[in-house]
């Protein structure tokens, strides 16, 4: 039985190309394309004192890239000593009185804009909010409500939100305080603690409701402990080679170990102009079979599904997974045997086991040792 002369990418090695860290596979810039949209919920209403550093937040996406710019009572705002502009925020420094008023964000692409805004009141000292419930006829100490959220524990990743609830029924004006290890702090609502964006380890610690009347108060403490990610590129386990024949179904299998953050998937499929599977710029001819991330276009990602497979699709197939810290694959050669070949092949079981079979041959293979796969950033 003669050994496929099929041509195969074996002296080639994969060249990752990363064009930026902001990672977007661009399969078709009309499909990805997109006016801007917040990631996060705005929170309208910032409390600050004298010399405070409050810091406004708009995190955003959509393509292309959006800008953003910032306002204060309708007029742009300068980036200064005092006023740092960041990719997705605005804070001021050292802040005063005059710095009281409405702020907003504008993030716009060709295809659209949203506004976000943002209320500034600055006070002289800690805040003491007052409340007064008309429900509760008793007088007395106040007590925390019936569906108050009380977690003493909170375990949470650096980049997630966290929100504390200090929901309280008082007859008389009660005051609301919030601590951190015994410090206290200036929150946007007095009800709720609420802190959003990443959080580092300083963030760590214990938090504090206290609750005051004039007949008493109550308080209840929760620990915030921040997990710190490790900041990985995917890990993933080997495509297994295939073997079939004409007619057969055929599904390769992409696991994904582990992952810094939910990752991007496609299947390609590797073909060859005049014998070369890649250009004279090294450039690899590759087809996007399916993919999961921006567009989805399979149920299941990890499997690639081939039905009634010919020797057409016999060839290399690779799985490229990538996150936001880097990208990696695997790939593995799909072999469609004939009728002719598969009557030859069983033949020979029957007859002798041959070191030089078809088989053989494709099991020493390997995956292709030499791809170039460009990675777009939006």
């Known amino acids: 039985m003669e050994t496929s002369t099929h041509q ?115 006070y002289d000292s800690e805040i003491e909010i007052d409340y007064k419930y008309d429900d509760v006829e008793v007088e007395g100490p106040p007590t925390f409500s019936e569906n108050l959220n009380h977690v003493g524990y909170i ?54 409701c206290i609750v005051s009347n004039s007949y008493g108060n109550i308080n209840y403490t929760s620990t915030l402990v921040v997990q710190q990610r490790l900041a990985i590129a995917p890990l993933m386990d080997d495509v297994q080679n295939q073997t079939a024949k004409e007619g057969d179904n055929v599904t390769f299998t992409c696991k994904v170990v582990k992952s810094d953050s939910h990752p991007l998937l496609q299947w390609l499929r590797h073909y060859t102009v005049n014998d070369s599977f890649t250009n004279e710029k090294g450039e690899p001819y590759v087809k996007i079979l399916s993919q999961s991330g921006y567009l989805k276009t399979i149920d299941d990602p990890r499997e690639l599904v081939l039905y009634n497979v010919t020797e057409e699709d016999e060839g290399w197939y690779t799985c490229l997974v990538a996150n936001t810290v880097g990208m990696n694959y695997r790939s593995a050669w799909l072999q469609v045997l004939n009728k002719t070949e598969v009557r030859e092949l069983e033949s020979e079981k029957t007859n002798t086991t041959s070191d030089d079979s078809r088989t053989k041959v494709h099991e020493t293979d390997g995956v292709p040792k030499k791809t170039i796969i460009i990675i777009v950033a939006c």
Not at 23 to 30: D, G, K, P, T, Y
Not at 158 to 184: F, G, Q
């Open 8 to 122: 195969r990418p074996m002296e080639q090695l994969v060249l990752i190309v990363v064009i930026s860290s902001s990672l977007c596979i661009q399969i078709s810039a009309a499909h990805l394309e997109s006016a801007p949209k917040f990631k996060q919920d705005i929170i309208p209403n910032k409390v600050a004192v004298l010399n405070d550093s409050p810091k406004f937040v708009c995190r955003y996406k959509g393509q292309p890239k959006p800008s953003i710019t910032w306002y204060r009572n309708n007029e742009l705002i300068e980036a200064t000593d005092r006023i740092k502009i960041a990719k997705y925020s605005l804070q001021i420094s050292d802040v005063k009185k005059s710095d009281r008023g409405r702020y907003a964000c504008l993030v716009k692409n060709d295809h659209g804009e949203i506004w976000g805004n943002f209320s500034l009141e600055v």
């Open 155 to 208: 375990a949470r990743a650096a980049t997630a939100s966290v929100e504390l609830d200090c929901s309280v029924r008082s007859h008389s004006k009660a005051s609301i305080t919030w601590l951190k290890d015994k410090t206290t702090i200036i929150t946007q609502q007095p009800g709720k603690f609420i802190m959003d964006g990443f959080k580092g380890v300083d963030d760590k610690g214990n938090y504090t």
